[in-house]
């Protein structure tokens, strides 16, 4: 069908409402990026989708992560890929990668030399591309925020960092995308 590139931070997309979105997270860096998802229901609950809980496609949140790549700081085709079945229940989706080695050590990732982009494809075959576009230090990044608020998906490039030492529970997460838990 297209393809759209929300090449900056701030870009933003209207979205058709779609049953499916296929969202892939490519990079060849030398780093252990894990994809994620945490949401926003539409009744105030919040969530996360990670390599520790991957979610379902047939049963809440309806959403599910393919696995874990690049362990060990592994470069080369990485991908990991995150599938969405129903968006009806969610307020936001935030997209969200962290650099696991630099969380646990607490130290800056390597985001600003990292080739991470996502792309996003609907079951109509439109894709949207989101490039993390950002120089700032952190070692957890929001690159893409859906906004189901309003009947009408809309798709935002974020690309907004900050830094943990360790990942303890969803309120971390919650503290950088900016919202309260």
């Known amino acids: 069908m297209g393809i759209l590139r929300l090449?900056?931070?701030?870009?933003?997309?209207?979205?058709?409402p779609v049953r499916n979105l296929v969202v892939t997270m490519k990079w060849t860096t030398a780093a252990?990026?894990?994809?994620?998802?945490?949401?926003?229901?539409?009744?105030?609950?919040?969530g996360i989708v990670y390599f520790g809980e991957l979610g379902s496609l047939t049963t809440f949140p309806y959403i599910e992560l393919s696995g874990d790549e690049?362990?060990?700081d592994t470069g080369g085709d990485n991908?990991?890929?995150?599938?969405?079945?129903?968006?009806?229940?969610?307020?936001?989706?935030?997209?969200?990668?962290w650099d696991y080695t630099m969380v646990q050590k607490g130290r800056?990732?390597?985001?600003?030399?990292?080739?991470?982009?996502?792309i996003i494809e609907d079951d109509e075959g439109m894709r949207y591309e989101v490039p993390l576009?950002?120089?700032?230090?952190?070692?957890?990044?929001?690159i893409a925020t859906i906004d189901n608020t309003s009947g009408t998906p809309m798709l935002i490039n974020e690309s907004k960092v900050g830094t943990l030492k360790g990942l303890k529970d969803l309120a971390q997460l919650l503290d950088i995308i900016g919202v309260e838990y």
């Open 133 to 142: 576009d950002t120089g700032n230090f952190g070692n957890v990044a929001v």
């Open 7 to 16: 090449k900056q931070k701030g870009m933003s997309a209207s979205m058709k």
């Open 79 to 97: 991908e990991e890929i995150l599938r969405i079945a129903k968006l009806d229940d969610m307020d936001y989706v935030w997209i969200m990668c």
């Open 70 to 72: 690049g362990v060990g």
């Open 32 to 46: 252990d990026f894990d994809l994620s998802a945490v949401y926003k229901t539409k009744w105030g609950e919040f």
């Open 108 to 118: 800056p990732a390597r985001f600003k030399d990292s080739d991470i982009v996502l």
